[in-house]
């Protein structure tokens, strides 16, 4: 009778232990996913604000004239 009673409280042991390491493994999974992104989200979002910032602060073109279009005489 004690073996079994000892046999089931070693289960119960084992069982409890078992139960968080797979939750705390779970937990650092989760919470450890975002950290392999991070550094690819930081380097589009630094091309994005680089490409954003030239594209509003550049000089706007001034319009070639093309053959179709009449030249003006310098007056």
Do not use: K
């Amino acid at each position: 009778m004690s073996d079994d009673t000892e046999r089931e409280r070693a289960l119960q042991v084992r069982r409890y232990f078992l139960t968080r390491l797979a939750i705390m493994a779970a937990a650092v999974w989760l919470l450890s996913w975002p950290v392999h992104l991070l550094p690819h989200t930081v380097l589009w979002v630094f091309f994005a604000i680089v490409a954003l910032m030239i594209g509003l602060t550049a000089t706007p073109r001034t319009q070639r004239a093309t053959r179709n279009t009449m030249r003006t005489r310098p007056r």
